[in-house]
């Protein structure tokens, strides 16, 4: 009997036959379903990766609102399916390296200041024309343009000048920068025909899937590639899907019911329930994902750092941990670096819940009356929950907190990064200067707490241009500290990324720089549905 299975798991696994017929042969022989799923995932391991079928995902985050141009992505959903049809210079790989893709080679000069990108040849755009570096040069210089919304503007202000010389790319940096190819990873950079100067959001690109569908905040789908450039690494499955499902019972009931196979964002206090579920898989990794409060500093109430203070001493970390991630992750400290990143200031006291000491900023803030927050289901997994905790949390300081909830459907585009208190989450970037660039300069589009203050800008430039890692480390911790106690953020927790995947994924390697192995698992996936 067990060479029989042996033998009909393989066929599975190589697509010769279907998942069904086997789990109904294996009942027959007295085989349990869950020993049956075990020898199916043996299988489709060994076999590695089967081409066909299709591989659908139902995420959170996905709005009305949302676009196919890269520049403007700003959740997950968008950015999960540009890496689906969009093809980047490089890419980070689970260790923190990087794999370069379009850019063969990235060779630093004159001491970090000159980056010449070697363009490798024979990409293929989905209309048909070859990827070039004039390409190359277009789509930096649009996301690097002064009056661009593209949420990469801060991490390419450091950009002199882009130029073609025949098959390389040379970028010439007003200052040094040690982590410029890191730069390179961002969501938005996305390598389009001409840069996207012509048709942003055409969907056009050299990734492994051309656009079939576009829902906005409804279903996006995508037809594997033929002349796709890596074939055999990305683009298994024919068909792939997004299904945007915000309601958090509802995605969990579609990846049961076998409607998705894969969900991302799994409220960590139903995993317990389903790792009961036969044929699901809980996917975690740590990483430097963290979900926070946002105030805008530059309006009132909170122009007010004393107001900042308090609401911040105001805040149960340990509630925050245990009620809402339920263990999955970490405590936060009103800075948006982590132990996850190389140079982390692991000195810094650690900020805790006092309420006594928020209340005394809080009378010295001068403020009174109820203080607005907003929060969606979308903002991240338990954000309403978490809301409610903060609210309960400020009222022992005798801060009153009036929570707002707001629907899902054009939060990112509506409240996020428009209004002065709200709820949001952060995947963590690379390198510190990226988190720093992207979020904190004043010239930064995503400056989501309007933390805008030339001296500390300069302080992020000084430290992307020092060499010396000692010295850069005391950058970084002199930086933080300043984000801590006298920026507009309150960061209670870095969140593990809690994924789930059904009994027809295979492949699947938790990414810790995003969810849904950081935007790539229904490319390197693969069913054997």
Known sequence: MSNELEFMSRAVASGKMNRRDFLGRATALGVTALAAEGLLTRAARAEGPVKGGLLRAGMTTGASTDTLDPALAANAVQNNFNKLWGEYLVRRNHD?????????EIVPSNRGQTWTMKIRDGVEFHNGKTVTPEDVVATLERHHDKNSKSGALGLLQGIESIKATGKEVVLTLKEPNADLPYAMVADHLVIQPNGGKDHPDAGISAGAYTVSENQPGVRLAGQRFKNFWQSDVLGHADQVEIIVINDSTART???????????????????????????????????????????????????NNDLRMALKLATDRDEVLDKILRGYGKIGNDFPINSSYPLFPADIEQRMFDPEKAAAFYKKSGHSGAIELRTSEVAFPGAVDAAQLYQQSCAKAGIKIEVIREPGDGYWSTVWNKKPFSLSYWLGRATQDQMYSLAYLSTADWNDTRFLRPDFDKMIFAARGELDETKRKQ???????????????????????????????????????????????????????
């Open 96 to 104: 923190g390296s990087l794999e370069y893709r379009i850019a063969e």
């Open 253 to 303: 009931a579609a990846l049961q019911n076998g409607m998705v196979n894969m969900i991302n964002r799994v409220e960590p206090k139903i995993v317990d329930f389903l790792k009961r579920v036969s044929g699901i898989q809980i996917q975690t990794a740590s990483g430097a994902g963290h979900y926070y409060f946002n105030m805008f500093c530059n309006t009132p109430p909170f122009d």
């Open 475 to 529: 950058m970084y911790h002199d930086i933080a500290v300043v984000v801590r106690d006298e920026g507009g953020l309150i960061c209670p927790v870095f969140a593990d990324f809690v994924d789930a995947t059904g009994p027809t994924v295979f492949g699947y390697k938790a990414h810790p720089a995003g969810d849904l192995m950081n935007g790539y698992a229904l490319a390197e996936c693969w069913t054997t549905n």
